[in-house]
C-alpha cells in the first residue's frame, strides 16, 4: 500500500473536531474521489506527492520542484487546482471526470516545454497492445517530448459503426481505457475528444500543449485521402507528419512523401510487425463471441473492458 493511501485511509478515520478547532470529519465523497485519484498519482519514480487535510473538508496533494508549486484539492464535486511557476499564479476547477486531465498537468508541471510532440486519433474501440506499441515505435523513431492521444467522437464512431451493424464504447469508456492504457507513461498526455476537421483538432492541440513542433500520426496506407480533407492545404503546409509504414516498399512511400510534403517535415516510422494483425475489430469479434481476447489488449485496459460487462 502507497504512502499516500494509507493517509487517506487515516483520514477517513478522523472525527469532528480533528485538528481542536471545530473542523469536521471527512466526507465519504471526498475520500472515495481521493482513493480514486491516488492509483494514478505515480507517474515517474522521482515524482513523489505529498497529502494534507484541510479544515474545509476537502484533500490536499501537493507537488514542488525547484521555483514551482502545484496542488490539487480533492473536494466532494469537482477537483481545485492550483499552480505558482515561476511567481506566476493560476487557479482552475476540473470535474471528477477529468482525472485524465489532472494527470497531464502533473506530467507538465514535470516538464512543461513541448519542442516537438505526436498526435494519434483513432476511434480506439477499444485500444489493443498494437495502439499500446505505438508510443514504443514513435519513441525509437524521434525525440519526442510528448506522445498525445485524441479519440473520435460518439456521433462520427456510431454513424460508422452502424454501417457495419458492429458496436462501439462510449466516449467516456474508451477514454477511460485510453488513459488506462497509458497514464504510467510519463510522456503520453490524453487531450480527449477529437471535435471538427483534423486540421482543426491538431490547432486545438497546438495551442492547448503550446507545441513548437506537432506532427500528426499518419499510416501509410492513407497517404492518398489527404487530399480530401477538410482544409488539407493548410494540413500540408503547417503540420508535421509521421508515416506509420504499412507497406512493404519503402522507397515508394519516400517518394510519395516528398511530394505531398515539399512544405512541411516528415519522418517514417515502422509498425512493429508482431501486432499488425491485432485490431480493434477482432478484439470486439472476441468479445461478442465469448472467445478470449486478454492477450490483444493491455492488462490495464482488460479490467477496464471486464468492469463494464
Not at 504512502?3 to 473536531?17: G, R, S, V
Not at 485524465?100 to 474501440?125: C, Q, R, V
Not at 495551442?207 to 480530401?228: H, M, N, P, V
Amino acid at each position: 500500500m502507497s504512502e499516500i493511501k494509507k493517509k487517506i485511509l487515516e483520514f477517513a478515520e478522523y472525527k469532528d473536531n480533528w485538528n481542536e478547532n471545530g473542523a469536521s470529519s471527512f466526507s465519504k465523497k471526498v475520500i472515495k474521489n481521493a482513493l480514486k485519484l491516488e492509483k494514478y498519482l505515480y507517474i515517474g519514480d522521482n515524482i513523489i506527492p505529498d497529502i494534507f487535510p484541510t479544515a474545509c473538508d476537502s484533500l490536499q496533494i501537493e507537488y514542488e520542484d525547484n521555483n514551482k508549486y502545484l496542488e490539487i484539492e480533492i473536494k466532494k464535486d469537482k477537483y481545485g487546482i492550483y499552480k505558482k511557476i515561476n511567481g506566476i499564479e493560476s487557479e482552475f476547477y476540473l470535474g471528477l471526470d477529468k482525472v485524465y486531465e489532472i494527470i497531464n498537468i502533473i506530467k507538465l508541471f514535470y516538464k512543461p516545454n513541448i519542442d516537438s510532440a505526436i498526435l494519434f486519433t483513432g476511434a480506439f474501440n477499444p485500444p489493443t497492445v498494437a495502439h499500446f506499441h505505438m508510443i514504443e515505435s514513435a519513441n525509437n523513431a524521434y525525440n519526442f517530448d510528448y506522445i498525445i492521444f485524441a479519440i473520435s467522437n460518439q456521433k462520427f464512431l456510431d454513424k460508422k459503426q452502424r454501417k457495419t451493424g458492429d458496436y462501439a464504447y462510449s466516449e467516456k469508456e474508451r477514454l477511460e481505457m485510453i488513459f488506462a492504457m497509458t497514464y504510467k507513461e510519463p510522456n503520453v498526455l490524453v487531450f480527449g475528444v477529437e471535435e471538427g476537421y483534423t486540421y482543426q483538432v491538431l490547432c486545438a492541440v497546438k495551442e492547448k500543449y503550446k507545441c513548437k513542433s506537432l506532427f500528426f500520426a499518419l499510416g501509410s496506407d492513407k497517404l492518398s485521402e489527404i487530399g480530401r480533407w477538410g482544409y488539407h492545404d493548410k494540413l500540408l503546409t503547417e503540420i508535421c507528419f509521421y508515416i506509420l509504414q504499412r507497406e512493404d516498399n519503402l522507397s515508394y512511400i519516400k517518394e510519395k512523401c516528398d511530394k505531398l510534403f515539399s512544405k512541411t517535415k516528415y519522418i517514417i516510422g515502422k509498425d512493429n510487425e508482431k501486432y499488425k494483425n491485432i485490431s480493434a475489430t477482432l478484439v470486439r469479434k472476441r468479445i461478442k463471441d465469448n472467445k478470449d481476447y486478454k492477450e490483444l489488449v493491455t492488462e490495464s485496459v482488460f479490467k477496464v473492458i471486464k468492469s463494464k460487462k
